[in-house]
C-alpha cells in the first residue's frame, strides 16, 4: 500500500474542511447507524460466509443473476481478489487509483494474456471513458476491469451491470463507499459473467464482510436518498474560480478535479492549508505520472470552496511575495 | 471455503438454543453499539490504512513494540495473510479448524521449508498443547503458527504474546471474535517478532479493517469485563451428560466438545435437533479426519444442556426403536 492516500485525517487535529476525499457525504449516517444499533444480535453471529443475502438485493437491482454478483471487504478487496485471480500482465494508464498496480504486483503473471485496468470515472482527474472507447477497449483486451467506484458521481453515461455481465470480458467494480458515503463501512461489490465471477469467487475468504456491512448494505438499498449525488455545477464553479487564480486545472465530469500549481509544491500547500486554515487537500504528487506540483481537491460547499480558493491564493501570494 | 461451517444460523428460522458455535455469549453487546452509534464521523471517513491506533492499544497491553502487532479483517483473514507471507510446506494436525488447510493450499509453495500449524485450544475438541509440547515443535519446525483464538475459553496455560514475540520462529494468532465474542465485527490480530510481521505486513491490504471494528476493539479493550470466559465446570457436566446417554466425548479443557454417535449420522441429528427442538449442533463430518457420526457442541446454560442431552437420547431411542 502507498503512504499518503486521501482523506488521511486521522493524522491531524482541527480540520474544518476536507477536500482530500473526492466522496461526497449529502446525508447523515444517523439513520443507518441507528438502524445497525437496533439489531440486537448483529455482532453475536458470524456473516454469512460470503454476503448471499446482499448479493441477492444488488442482484435484482441491477436484473442480473445473483451469481454475477460478489460482495467484498470494499473496493479495494474486489481489485485484489481480480489480481489474485486473473494472473495476466496489466495495464494501467497513468494517473489513476493506485491500488490497481500495488494488487497487480501482489501476484505473478501466469498467462501470456492482458487486462485493462480503467477507473470509470476516473481517480484523480474525473475523466469519463465513453462507451465507444470502452467498446474498443474490450475488444483490445482479454480482460477489461472498470472500477465505476465514483458512477454514481457524474451525470457522464456509464456501463450499466446489465451490459458488463453481457460482456465475456468485461468486470466492473462498484462502491457502497462511494455509493453512499460510508468508507468506515468497507463495503463494494463486483459485477461480471457467471465464468468470470466463479473464478473469482474460489478466491473468496469466509467472513470477509462484517455482518454490520452486510445489514448496513441491505438498509442503504432500501433507501435511494441516501445515494450521494454530488453538486456538479459546483464543482465547475470551483474550477473556474481556482483557473482564475492562475491553477491548471484538468477538465472534470465530477465533484473531483485534479490541479497543478505552476511552480509550488502540493506538499507545502497541503502542510500550510492544515495549519493556517484547517483544510485537507490530497497531495497528488505520489500518483504515478504526475509531479511534486499536483494536488487534487474534492468540491465541498461554496463557503467552504471559497475560503479554499482564497486560501490557496494567498499561498502562493505569500510565497511569491 | 467449505460449506458447513458451525454458526450456520442465518439458514434457519426458529433456533431457539445455538450449541453450533463455541462462542461463548456472556454479556449484552448493546453497550458496543452504543458506543458505535455516538461516533458520529465513524462511517464518513476511511479507516487508518493499517489499524495503528488499534495496534498500539495492543502493543500496550501486551508489553511488546507496536510493530509486533497487526490487527486484521478477523482471525480468517490472519491465516490468509500468513499463508501468502510464507510459502512453506504446511504440517496441520488433524481434526482442526479447516480454514488452516484452505488458506496453505490457495498459494503455491516456494521454499523448502514447513510451517506447523496448531489450533491451541484446538478446535474442535478443546484439546491444549502444553508449553512443553510447543518449545519442541518450535524447534522442529522452521515455522510455528499458534491460532489462540479460544486463550479466554481454557485455563490452561498459554504461550504469552511477550513469549511468542521473543521467539524466532512463532507467529500468534488472536480473535477479538473469541475473546468478545463479536463474530459479527471482523477482528482479530497477529503477534510475532518484527521480523516476521515486517514480512506480512508486505501482503496487508488498505483500509481490510473498518472503522467500525477498529472503534468497538479500542472500545472493547477498555473494558476487561466484557471479555468472554466460559463456564467450564458446566461444560464438563454436560459432557457427563452426554457421556451417560452413550455418546462418545473427547475430553476437553475448553466450553466445546467434540461428540460422536455410535451409529447415527450427525447430519440427520442436526435436522432433527432444528425441527423438533430449535437446537443447532456442528455437523463436524466434514472436519478433515472425522466421520459421518462426528458432531460438535459448546455448553450453554444449564437448562438449555439439560434440554439438549434429553433431544439427543429421544433421537437415538427414536432411530433405535
Known amino acids: ?25 449529502t446525508t447523515s449516517h444517523q439513520p443507518v447507524m441507528r438502524h445497525l444499533a437496533s439489531c440486537q444480535q448483529l455482532l453475536s453471529h458470524y456473516p454469512e460466509p460470503e454476503a448471499w443475502s446482499l448479493e441477492a438485493m444488488l442482484a435484482a437491482l441491477h436484473d442480473v443473476n445473483e451469481n454475477c454478483i460478489i460482495v467484498t471487504n470494499g473496493a479495494t478487496d474486489a481489485i485484489y481478489l481480480i489480481a489474485e485471480t486473473f494472473r495476466y500482465k496489466s495495464v494501467i494508464p497513468a494517473p489513476t487509483f493506485s491500488e490497481y498496480e500495488d494488487a497487480y504486483s501482489s501476484f505473478e503473471q501466469k498467462e501470456d494474456k492482458t487486462t485493462l485496468w480503467l477507473c470509470n470515472p476516473n481517480n484523480p ?39 458488463g455481465c453481457e ?47 452486510i445489514e448496513a448494505g441491505k438498509f442503504l438499498l432500501r433507501h435511494d436518498e441516501f445515494v450521494c449525488r454530488p453538486d456538479l455545477v459546483e464543482a465547475q464553479r470551483l474550477r473556474q474560480q481556482l483557473l482564475a487564480i492562475g491553477i491548471d486545472v484538468m477538465p472534470t465530469q465530477t465533484n473531483f478535479m485534479l490541479c497543478r500549481m505552476k511552480e509550488h509544491d502540493a506538499g507545502a500547500l497541503k502542510k500550510y492549508l492544515v495549519r493556517h486554515h484547517g483544510m485537507l487537500i490530497r497531495d497528488a504528487s505520489n500518483f504515478h505520472g504526475l509531479t511534486p506540483q499536483h494536488f487534487r481537491v474534492a468540491a465541498q460547499t461554496p463557503v467552504e470552496n471559497d475560503a479554499l480558493v482564497a486560501a490557496i491564493r494567498n499561498f502562493i501570494e505569500s510565497r511569491n511575495g
Chains 1, 2 share one sequence.
Open 1 to 25: 500500500m502507498i503512504k499518503g492516500h486521501g482523506d488521511d485525517i486521522y493524522q491531524y487535529e482541527g480540520i474544518v474542511s476536507d477536500f482530500s476525499s473526492n466522496i461526497c457525504a
Open 125 to 163: 482527474d474525473g475523466r469519463i471513458y465513453d462507451l465507444a472507447f470502452i467498446k474498443r477497449m474490450e475488444a483490445a483486451y482479454d480482460l477489461l476491469v472498470i472500477d465505476q467506484s465514483y458512477e454514481h458521481y457524474t451525470n457522464g453515461q456509464m456501463m450499466s451491470v446489465r451490459e
Open 167 to 213: 460482456s465475456k470480458h468485461i468486470i466492473q467494480i462498484h462502491s457502497f463507499t462511494k455509493d453512499y458515503a460510508v468508507p468506515g463501512l468497507r463495503l463494494g461489490y463486483i459485477t461480471a459473467n457467471e465464468r468470470l465471477t466463479a473464478a473469482i469467487r474460489s478466491h473468496l475468504r469466509p467472513w470477509s464482510v462484517s455482518s454490520l456491512a
